[in-house]
């Protein structure tokens, strides 16, 4: 079982950035991959980042460009710094572990992008 913190959201103005931080249990983290997903209010989950364990990425069309993945295998923890918001990132975002057999999604954190 893998069990996943999310922390940094908050309110931002429109333009503006965050980091995401996801601290992570679990022996072998360095080989899970590793991601992003979000849930805006009336819509379904969706994954906007994925970083595989050699660190390949992947993002959604939506955020290219303007989101990055990060991983530090020693400390465990997975980032997601965001910027350039815009009012329809406005989201849940949770952290993600795919360990092959099963995915693993946190409680996760509400990101606010208002004026």
């Known amino acids: 079982q893998v069990q996943l913190v999310e922390s940094g959201g908050g309110l931002v103005q429109p333009g503006g950035s965050l980091r995401l931080s996801c601290a992570a249990s679990?022996?072998?983290?360095?080989?899970?991959?590793m991601g992003w997903g979000r849930q805006a209010p009336g819509k379904q989950r969706e994954v906007v980042a994925q970083?595989?364990?050699?660190?390949?990425?992947n993002y959604a069309d939506s955020v290219k460009g303007r989101f990055t993945i990060s991983r530090d295998n020693a400390q465990k923890t997975v980032y997601l710094q965001m910027s350039s918001l815009k009012p329809e990132d406005t989201a849940v975002y949770f952290c993600?572990?795919?360990?092959?057999?099963?995915?693993?999604w946190g409680q996760g954190t509400q990101v606010t992008v208002s004026s």
């Open positions: 993600t572990a795919d360990v092959g057999s099963a995915v693993y």
């Open positions: 679990g022996t072998f983290f360095s080989i899970y991959t």
């Open positions: 970083i595989t364990r050699g660190n390949n990425t």
